[in-house]
T-cell receptor
Framework: DAGVIQSPRHEVTEMGQEVTLRCKPISGHDYLFWYRQTMMRGLELLIYFNNNVPIDDSGMPEDRFSAKMPNASFSTLKIQPSEPRDSAVYFC???????????????FGPGTRLTVL | KQEVTQIPAALSVPEGENLVLNCSFTDSAIYNLQWFRQDPGKGLTSLLLIQSSQREQTSGRLNASLDKSSGRSTLYIAASQPGDSATYLCAVSLIKAAGNKLTFGGGTRVLVKP
């Protein structure tokens, strides 16, 4: 398996522009997570999906952020409009639920480094 | 609210020395605890996962212990090598959570000097 795939790997944009980050989870995994990593705040969970349905988006910082999962093999995280404080590395991760209904090991993608000028 | 702390934030050791990395968490009602490794500019790689019913897990030179009652986990890396240089993060998953959230510590940046 190729693992979790994210694109683009690097994105540089100007303030006010729309940014779309993409993720392809590991085939067969039913959980998908979006995280943001910054020096100041560390690694934070933004939103996660189970079977393509958003379960908890309490970590999404503002209405400027939105995430979708139209099918089991694709998810997007959109920022519109982008601001300099959104500059961070955004990770996507996927996992397979255990028998008890909770997830075990999460597998991370390589991340997208976003710079908003 | 679950808080996860890793001390120290950075650690430098000579090659061959054993590494001891600490992780503490405030809510003992965890489902599991994971240790991850992150190399510069890369994603996270899961090293070990300890279920709440377990006290330790081992993989090669790595051994992780879990003491839920005291809210602590320790990752031991035996006979460290320069290739072990990376940032190590611990993360916990709560039983009480409505879903399956991982709360991460800030990480310990490790440098193993040849």
């Amino acid at each position: 398996d190729a693992g979790v795939i994210q694109s683009p790997r690097h994105e540089v944009t100007e303030m006010g522009q729309e940014v779309t980050l993409r993720c392809k989870p590991i085939s067969g995994h039913d959980y998908l997570f979006w995280y943001r990593q910054t020096m100041m705040r560390g690694l934070e969970l933004l939103i996660y999906f189970n079977n393509n349905v958003p379960i908890d988006d309490s970590g999404m910082p503002e209405d400027r952020f939105s995430a979708k999962m139209p099918n089991a093999s694709f998810s997007t995280l959109k920022i519109q409009p982008s601001e300099p404080r959104d500059s961070a590395v955004y990770f996507c991760a996927s996992s397979l639920s255990s028998l008890r209904g909770n997830t075990d090991t999460q597998y991370f993608g390589p991340g997208t480094r976003l710079t908003v000028l | 609210k679950q808080e996860v702390t890793q001390i120290p934030a950075a650690l430098s050791v000579p090659e061959g020395e054993n590494l001891v990395l600490n992780c503490s968490f405030t809510d003992s009602a965890i489902y599991n605890l994971q240790w991850f490794r992150q190399d510069p500019g890369k994603g996270l790689t899961s090293l070990l996962l300890i279920q709440s019913s377990q006290r330790e897990q081992t993989s090669g030179r790595l051994n992780a212990s879990l003491d839920k009652s005291s809210g602590r986990s320790t990752l031991y890396i035996a006979a460290s090598q320069p290739g072990d240089s990376a940032t190590y993060l611990c993360a916990v998953s709560l039983i009480k959570a409505a879903g399956n959230k991982l709360t991460f510590g800030g990480g310990t940046r490790v440098l193993v000097k040849p």
